[in-house]
């Protein structure tokens, strides 16, 4: 992925802060969170609210999208190979934001596949199950599990 | 001869006048995160799921 980023802010080893600047300035956080099993990180992301709250299901159409997920991509690279031994736990707070998720997945695949491991959860009648993310699947994957290899 | 201690003298009146001021506690803990909300809905899905697998064989995914 060669896209523009923009420029971040270590708040501290789990959140990363960054001003989208497209159609205005928009607060951007991006948070791993660790999770109740041991070594499993969530990664959240949402808009910094003026009043200190977040928004993590916000469509700021800020016309900014493809530069905000190169930005998030590239803390996620950092942060996994600062934490290779960490899996990370990736969702989209809503069904339009998991099919943006897959859709990246999809597009960088071939990049992605070489640096890590990724697995996509898919819910069948025997519960939820974890299976290898295929690109060209049309599997409803919810979430994904990404690992350094 | 006894010397005789000084000390400086705060005045309250002094102290009133100052600026307020307010104590930001630091955020930075991993512990305390923003998203609590995603927290607990990616708690209740990994709970169900067994990892062993995606940690033991990473090059079949």
Known sequence: ???TIYEYSEVHAYRYTFISTGKRNIDKVI??????????YNL??????????????????????????????NVLQKFTMKNPSFIIYITGSTRQRTLLY???????????????????LIKTDNGEIYVPFDPKSTSAYFAFLIQRI | ???????????????????PYTVVESIVSAKDTLFPEKLKRAN???????LTDFINNPHKY
């Not at chain 2, 201690?5 to 009133?16: A, F, N, P, Q």
């Open chain 1, 31 to 40: 948070e791993f969170i660790p999770t109740a099993k041991n070594n499993v």
């Open chain 2, 44 to 50: 209740e899905v990994l709970a169900k799921i067994d």
């Open chain 1, 1 to 3: 992925m060669y896209q």
């Open chain 1, 102 to 120: 897959n859709r990246i997945l999809k597009t960088y695949y071939q990049l992605f596949r070489e640096k890590f491991a990724i697995a996509g």
């Open chain 1, 44 to 73: 959240a992301f949402g808009d910094l609210l003026p009043n200190g709250g977040i928004d993590d299901m916000a469509n700021s159409n800020n016309g900014d999208i493809i530069k905000i997920f190169a930005t998030i991509i």
């Open chain 2, 1 to 19: 001869m006894i010397r005789k201690k000084t000390v400086k003298r705060l005045s309250i009146k002094k102290l009133g006048k100052q600026k």
